[in-house]
């Protein structure tokens, strides 16, 4: 049996959860999100609703994938809902800088022209000063994957380390030519 799905998922105090069948809806201070579970799996409230029991049905390939799956994903849902989170990005390089006009990302990053990226409703993007991005939201999989859309527009080359990185990522340098024999 997964060891992390048999964990149950504690509920904070301000989250409240309602299961409807296979829909699992999950509602917080900073909002509401829903997923519908495959058929393998089971969805519980515990008596007391203060904790949510996946377990499932049978012991399939799938069921044993999706069992660990659904309770993760249930888990980040719940912390999202409390707490939200966030993705920090640098822009690093001579020139290089990022700005928010309306709904749109605007980054200078070394290009004739500037990348533009419509930022999605359900996320918060800010930008701090010039080099650094902030992007905030509920669902952990929309924040990643902005953020990592974002950081692909320009990825850190190795050479120089110019390019938009994630707050603390390390680059590895490569040293360039030899000067002389």
């Known amino acids: 049996m997964s060891r992390l799905g048999r964990k149950p998922v504690?509920?904070?105090?301000?989250?409240?959860?309602?299961?409807?069948?296979?829909?699992?809806?999950?509602?917080?201070?900073?909002?509401?999100?829903?997923?519908?579970?495959?058929?393998?799996?089971?969805?519980?409230?515990?008596?007391?609703?203060?904790?949510?029991?996946?377990?499932?049905?049978?012991?399939?390939?799938?069921?044993?994938?999706?069992?660990?799956?659904?309770?993760?994903?249930?888990?980040?849902?719940?912390?999202?809902?409390d707490k939200g989170y966030e993705k920090r990005l640098e822009v690093v390089g001579v020139g290089y800088l990022a700005a928010i006009a309306g709904d749109i990302l605007q980054l200078r990053v070394g290009f004739a022209n500037e990348v533009h990226k419509k930022i999605p409703k359900d996320l918060t993007v800010t930008c701090p000063d010039q080099t650094?991005?902030?992007?905030?939201?509920?669902?952990?999989?929309?924040?990643?994957?902005?953020?990592?859309?974002?950081?692909?527009?320009?990825?850190?080359e190795p050479y120089k380390g110019k390019g938009v990185r994630y707050q603390g990522e390390r680059v590895k340098l490569k040293p360039g030519k030899a000067a002389g024999k």
Not at 132 to 156: N, T, Y
Request: net charge positive; aromatic share 2%; no cysteine.
């Open 10 to 81: 504690a509920l904070p105090e301000k989250v409240k959860v309602s299961i409807d069948g296979q829909t699992v809806n999950i509602e917080g201070p900073l909002g509401k999100l829903s997923y519908t579970a495959n058929p393998v799996i089971t969805i519980e409230l515990s008596e007391d609703e203060k904790e949510v029991v996946v377990s499932r049905k049978e012991d399939t390939r799938t069921g044993k994938a999706m069992h660990g799956l659904t309770r993760a994903l249930i888990s980040n849902m719940v912390e999202g809902v």
């Open 132 to 156: 650094h991005i902030l992007i905030k939201g509920i669902d952990k999989q929309r924040v990643g994957q902005f953020a990592a859309e974002v950081r692909a527009s320009r990825k850190p």
